[in-house]
Each structure stands twice: as structure tokens, then as C-alpha cells.
Nanobody, 119 residues
Framework: QVQLVESGGGLVQPGGSLRLSCAAS????????MGWYRQAPGKQRERVAR???????YYADSVKGRFSISRDNAKNTVSLQMISLKPEDTAVYYC?????????????WGQGTQVTVSS
């Protein structure tokens, strides 16, 4: 089993910054992808950014140039640095770990952390 624990959400004014962190524990294989998703009220969950264990990254168009994802493979952590935050970034942010045990892919999720961008 895998557990993901997020931290770093909160209330910030438009234009401000926040850093989200996620620590994974349990049975984690060396090849995996970690990422962040978000879900705003009344909307579907969407992928924000992800990073492979090899360091390849993906960003949603809506956050390119403002968000930066990074990870520490030795510590099984992933972070999301968010700058120039907008009200439309308000959502619950979820950490995700995607990996395979050689038989099947599986997704693990954190409990979510609220990010609110408001003046």
C-alpha cells in the first residue's frame, strides 16, 4: 500500500505564491510518475502537472509559466511551486502517484489540500 500526505495549501491573494508538498510512503517502485490534480466546485478533476522519476514534466496550459513541479526521488516527495496565482486556481489540490508493479498500473491519491485565491 501507498500513503500520500499533502501540505501547504491555504488562502492567498491574487498574484501571490504557495508551495504544495506531498510525501509518499509504503511500497513505492523506482519507476513512477508523481503529480498534482485539482478539482474546483462543480468541475471535474483535472491534471495540473506531473513529473516522472526520470524528470520529464507536463503542465496544463492554464498553469504553464506559473507553476513548477519538482521531486526528490530519494525521499519520495513531490512539490508544486505556484506563483502569480489567480482566483481560477482555487480548488482542492490532490497529490497522485502512478506506478506499476509489473502486472498492472495503479493510482494512489492524497486526501487533498485546499487552495483559495481571493482578495
Amino acid at each position: 500500500q501507498v500513503q500520500l500526505v499533502e501540505s501547504g495549501g491555504g488562502l492567498v491573494q491574487p498574484g501571490g505564491s504557495l508551495r504544495l508538498s506531498c510525501a509518499a510512503s509504503g511500497t513505492i517502485f523506482s519507476i513512477n510518475t508523481m503529480g498534482w490534480y485539482r478539482q474546483a466546485p462543480g468541475k471535474q478533476r483535472e491534471r495540473v502537472a506531473r513529473i516522472t522519476s526520470g524528470g520529464s514534466t507536463y503542465y496544463a496550459d492554464s498553469v504553464k509559466g506559473r507553476f513548477s513541479i519538482s521531486r526528490d526521488n530519494a525521499k519520495n516527495t513531490v512539490s508544486l511551486q505556484m506563483i502569480s496565482l489567480k482566483p481560477e486556481d482555487t480548488a482542492v489540490y490532490y497529490c497522485n502517484l502512478h506506478q506499476t508493479n509489473g502486472l498492472a498500473f495503479k493510482d494512489y491519491w492524497g486526501q487533498g489540500t485546499q487552495v483559495t485565491v481571493s482578495s
